[in-house]
């Protein structure tokens, strides 16, 4: 049994859709963030971070914080959505990396000054869409060489799908990205991923939380 310690944010699908994926039993542990739970004493014991989100895997009793981390943890522990040898592995976790290191932070800065920042600042506003939408053309030419992002459906899909939905979140359309629409269809069609995007419900957020989820979801495909 696996304890999935979430919130209903980017980062915190992914895991539940690789749980799902990989068809391991979790218990769903909601964090509410509204409150700080995410800063309590024990909750910094399993992620000294205090971020979301956070695994405990009681075969062993082990701990694993930060998404990327969990996601090739649960790989690795199932031997399922990492590639085959040392060269799909590498591939799948260069997209990985590229989702941890550049779509992630990008999309998040975007999404800070264009939604929540009291100042509108117009420079900051501009460089984080335009990086966004440099780096979702780049998912775009490789999804046109290829199916998923790794060649097979791998857990670099898994990390990316729920960043990229909310692009418009961001402020940034997707229009004329033929190949990152597609593989969006294709990868949310999953019935594993229909069940982990609903992990954990709403009503575990807080009022605030719950609001923003609410404006944001006019803006998913």
Same mark, same amino acid.
């Given at each position: ?10 980062n915190g ?15 769903v ?14 909750y910094?014991?399993?992620? +000294? ?5 956070a ?6 009793d ?19 959505l ?14 990985l ?29 501009e ?11 780049v ?20 990390a990316? !799908? ?7 979140w ?12 597609? !593989? ?8 594993a991923?229909k069940?982990?995007q609903a992990? +954990? +419900? ?20």
């Amino acid at each position: 049994m696996i304890d999935l310690y979430t919130s209903e944010t980017p980062n915190g699908r992914k895991v539940s859709i690789a749980l799902e994926e990989l068809e391991l039993p979790y218990e769903v542990h909601p964090i509410a963030l509204s409150k700080g739970e995410q800063k309590a004493e024990w909750y910094l014991k399993i992620n +000294p971070n205090g971020r979301i989100p956070a695994i405990v895997d009681h075969e062993g009793d082990f701990a694993v914080f930060e998404s990327g981390a969990i996601l090739i943890y649960l790989a690795e522990k199932t031997g399922r959505l990492l590639g085959h040898d040392a060269h799909s592995r590498s591939r799948v976790i260069q997209w990985l990396m590229f989702q941890m290191s550049g779509i992630g932070p990008m999309m998040g800065q975007a999404n800070v000054f264009y939604r929540y920042a009291p100042e509108k600042i117009p420079y900051a506003i501009e460089r984080y869409q335009r990086e966004t939408l440099r780096l979702l053309g780049v998912l775009d030419r490789r999804l046109g060489e290829s199916e998923y992002l790794a060649g097979e459906y791998s857990i670099a899909d898994i990390a990316t !799908w729920p960043w990229v939905i909310g692009h418009g979140w961001s402020g940034v359309s997707i229009e004329g990205l033929a190949n990152l629409e597609r !593989w969006i269809a294709l990868v949310g069609a999953r019935p594993a991923v229909k069940r982990g995007q609903a992990v +954990p +419900p709403p009503a575990d957020l807080g009022t605030q939380e719950r609001k923003i989820v609410e404006a944001g979801r006019k803006f998913l495909v």
